[in-house]
């Protein structure tokens, strides 16, 4: 197979070599490789030189040769190495030989990392490679993200590739060279199978250990007999990453692991969307770094900040200016609990973002000296005039993550909204505060990725995760209010992050605390008067023994069984018949109809489908099955209930057993479950009204 790059390099029209290619499959090995050079035999013929390693051109050493290969095979590959036959009688100059015949074409070394471009051969040939050093020779690679690679055919204007040694008696020195060379093989075997590094990853602030890093590892690089300056901006992102990483995940940099990855096994270089988990404080550096997300374009006319330091906190006037005044806004607001309760604790809601207009609606009327913004991301909130807020916060979308979704987490292609929007907010308004709420699921859903994604935009922007919990998935703080007095189950995970730092100015975070209150339960929540009709369910209750001995969850009173065969079809019944079975098993409901059509959704959380089902079919007619549901005792406390629901149960996601009859639970009856102030809901159904109608869907596409 030819390459055209390699090609691009003969300076004469002399013979072109003879290429051919060997496919490496994993698990195999590829032996031959002289020690002095990325040379190897082939079919008895020993002048077969590497020409390159799947999309990488030119390797320098077989130490190099064969770390690509195993980089291949890290991700599952066929490693392709493609062979340059040198022409019969001529020779290589080899360590401790005579001098060869010219090579009939010209074949470049590749350069060292940084250095300067030349079309001038090394002294000594085109290819000659050093004798066997006394220590291992760290490879040259090209430079790292940040800076351009250089092309297959760039010279380099000296022969030497290794770096000067190390000096003995530093450690730490050490580590952080090693550390630096990984980093920057990792950037080489990566060209043309990752991305470059995401700016927000090699542009964060250091922390105080890599800062002390560079300067004592800067340094020794620059007293190096010929200094690179692009060293330097590899070390400022190397360390710039491992600050990201120590931030995200607590892990310091150990010098035998940095070793490891600098002189031993192959860097990985597994892509985001093979990383089959999270796994907190104990990811590695490279799989961190391979997760990261991407950068997101962020349309104009975005003020672009950088994140805020600590020194910046004591300096800002108008940071100082907006701790004083309590500024805070928030993020997925929707009806602004999050915001009421700040306000109720002295802050002022200065920023609302929230997409849905009818919640918008009705914050302009809660929050009168606040603005509030639609969809996060066309950015308008961006040119707010507010500079900075001393916090920002929001109840996140959970549909990512929760187990009545369908548990994508980060790899949801919505799921930005979750993942990115929050510290994007904090990083734009300088906050030196920032926290979310969502459901447990986010540090467990598609291996915590949702909740790994948050860390790594948080950290890249100089936040940290305090305080975190052991014994918790994610050391979230995890928040049950059912267990403090509350009427209803609503578990719910907290993150808050701070400034890198700003513990050592205001002490640790403290553990969040609930208050307890008189522990309530359903018959404590239910509404005053007649029940409206169309909240009673039509079914016989199927009584089981009631156990009261721990009132704080829901407890049974029973089951009723809806539907069957000579009962009219409703919303919510459940169906079947053969054109439906042909699409494979289903749960079909009924969520609309006509005279002549069923419109029955499944229900599936992983596999959703919506059919049309024309009923005037004598051969195939539509059967209606039972369904049985769980009916609670009002003695106990009521179950989770979501924003959308499939019918009969809908949003409330339960049945009650209420003076004899089985009920649905009315919506003011949900805003005491979730502990909502039910007076703002006339306010919130005038405001709104208008336009409730239009966003109306009976489920989530």
């Known amino acids: 197979m030819a390459d055209s790059s390699a090609r691009s390099v003969a300076k004469s029209p002399s013979p072109k070599p003879i290429l051919r290619s060997l496919d490496i499959a994993p698990g195999s090995s590829f032996l031959g490789f002289h020690d002095v050079g990325p040379l190897v035999t082939v079919d008895g013929h020993d002048g077969y030189f590497v020409d390159g390693v799947g999309s990488f051109d030119r390797p320098v050493s077989a130490l190099h040769v064969l770390r690509l290969v195993e980089n291949a095979h890290s991700l599952g590959r066929v490693a392709t190495v493609r062979l340059a036959l040198l022409s019969a009688g001529v020779g290589v100059r080899l360590a401790g030989g005579s001098a060869a015949e010219p090579l009939p074409f010209s074949m470049p070394e590749w350069p060292t990392f940084g250095s300067p471009v030349s079309d001038a051969p090394c002294a000594g040939g085109w290819l000659a490679p050093a004798p066997p050093p006394a220590g291992l020779v760290r490879p040259p690679e090209p430079m790292a993200s940040g800076a351009s690679a250089r092309s297959a055919g760039a010279t380099s204007s000296s022969c030497s590739s290794a770096p000067a040694p190390t000096p003995p008696g530093n450690p730490e020195v050490a580590a952080v060279l090693d550390a630096l060379e990984a980093w920057k093989l990792t950037a080489a075997c990566s060209i043309g199978l990752a991305p470059l590094r995401p700016r927000a990853l090699v542009r964060a602030p250091l922390d105080k ?103 910046e906190l004591w300096s800002s006037p108008t940071l100082r200016a907006a701790l004083r005044s309590r500024d805070v806004g928030e993020l997925c607001a929707g009806v602004g609990s999050l915001s009421s309760a700040h306000r109720t604790a002295g802050a002022r809601p200065r920023v609302l973002i929230e997409r849905l207009a009818s919640d918008r609606a009705y914050l302009d009327v809660a929050f009168r000296d606040s603005v509030t913004y639609g969809d996060f991301f066309d950015f308008s909130w961006a040119n707010d005039g507010a500079d900075s ?34 510290p994007a907010m904090a990083r734009r308004f300088r906050s030196p505060f920032m926290t979310f709420e969502n459901v447990p699921g986010i540090a467990t859903a598609n291996g915590g990725s949702g909740l790994a994604a948050i860390d790594a935009n948080a950290a890249a922007s100089n936040y940290v995760r305090t305080p975190r919990v052991e014994g918790v998935d994610g050391g979230l703080e995890l928040v049950r209010p059912n267990l403090h007095g509350a009427p209803g189950v609503r578990d719910r995970a907290i993150g808050h992050y701070e400034l890198d730092g700003l513990e050592e100015l205001v002490g640790p975070c403290p553990p969040l605390e609930l208050a307890d209150s008189a522990p309530l339960v359903i018959n404590d929540i239910l509404d005053v008067g007649p029940r409206d ?169």
Request: charged residues 20%.
């Open 209 to 311: 250990l890599a800062a002390r890093q560079y300067a004592i590892a800067s340094v020794v690089l620059e007293s190096r007999p010929r200094p690179d300056p692009n060293d330097l901006v590899a070390l400022r992102e190397c360390l710039a990453a491992h600050s990201v990483w120590r931030r995200a995940a607590g892990s310091p940099l150990d010098r035998e692991r940095a070793q490891a990855v600098a002189r031993g096994a192959p860097p990985c270089l597994v892509p985001p969307d093979v990383v089959s988990q999270w796994q907190g404080a104990k990811e590695s550096f490279e799989d961190f770094c391979a997760a990261f997300p991407a950068d997101m374009e962020e349309p104009e006319p975005l003020k672009r900040c950088n994140p805020l330091t600590i020194d």
């Open 389 to 422: 807020l001393a916090a920002v916060y929001g109840g996140i979308s959970c549909v990512f993550f929760s187990s009545a979704g369908r548990q994508l987490g980060a790899s949801d292609p919505r799921a930005a909204i979750s993942t990115y929007a929050l």
């Open 533 to 701: 009709p169309a909240l009673i369910v039509d079914g016989l209750l199927e009584p089981v023994a009631v156990d009261l001995s721990n009132t704080r969850f829901p407890v049974s009173a029973g089951f009723v069984s809806l539907g069957g065969e000579g009962v009219p079809i409703f919303v919510g019944s459940r169906v079947s018949c053969r054109r439906l079975d042909a699409f494979g098993p289903g749960d079909w409901v009924v969520l609309d109809w006509s005279l002549v059509t069923l419109f029955v959704f499944d229900d599936s959380r992983r596999d959703p489908r919506w059919k049309s089902v024309p009923l005037n079919v004598p051969s195939d007619p539509v059967i209606h099955l039972v369904k049985r549901f769980r009916v609670l005792d009002p003695r106990g406390t009521a179950a989770t209930s979501t924003e959308k629901g499939v019918p009969p149960l809908g949003c409330a996601k339960q049945f009650w057993y209420v003076r004899g009859q089985i009920v649905s639970p009315s919506a003011a009856e949900l805003w005491r479950v979730q502990e909502y102030d039910v007076a703002t809901m006339g306010p919130y159904a005038v405001a709104a009204l208008p336009h409730l109608a239009a966003e109306r869907t009976d489920l989530s596409m």
